[in-house]
């Protein structure tokens, strides 16, 4: 069972699940969510496995409470977090970000920033 004790915020994952994310893929997407701004009260889960439940609620076409309870936070964390994601735009930024590492890599000239 998922606890609030069992994953700190800086402790390494395990990849639990196909679309979980490895760690070269988390270093490029964490700089992008992690929080700006003022500092607020401390995260009680990994920001990583917050995100794998979106990534996982995203490939499964399931309902948010059909989020599994043994790899993820309470899906009321994980749908808050991809709430708060969306509105700000921070997908709009991830999908920029790696779209331009994809053309860099393929030899493209990346677009310019939005």
Same mark, same amino acid.
């Given at each position: 069972? @998922?606890?609030?004790?069992?994953?700190?915020? #800086?402790m !390494?994952?395990? %990849? =639990? /699940? !196909?679309? #979980?994310?490895? #760690?070269?893929?988390?270093? %490029? %997407? =964490? !700089?992008?969510?992690?929080r700006v701004g003022k500092p607020g009260r401390p995260l009680r889960y990994a920001l990583r496995?917050? @995100?794998?439940?979106?990534? /996982?609620i995203t490939r499964a076409g399931c309902s948010w409470r059909s989020l599994p309870k043994d790899a993820y936070p309470p899906w009321t964390v994980v749908y808050r977090h991809f709430? =708060?994601?969306?509105?700000?735009g921070? @997908?709009?930024?991830?999908?920029h970000c790696l779209n331009q590492a994809v053309r860099k890599k393929?030899?493209?000239n990346p677009p310019p920033a939005p």
């Open positions: 069972m @998922f606890t609030k004790t069992s994953i700190k915020p #800086d !390494p994952v395990t %990849v =639990r /699940y !196909p679309t #979980d994310m490895n #760690d070269e893929q988390w270093m %490029v %997407v =964490r !700089p992008i969510l992690e496995s917050i @995100f794998n439940g979106c990534l /996982y709430q =708060r994601w969306s509105e700000t921070q @997908f709009e930024k991830l999908t393929g030899g493209v």
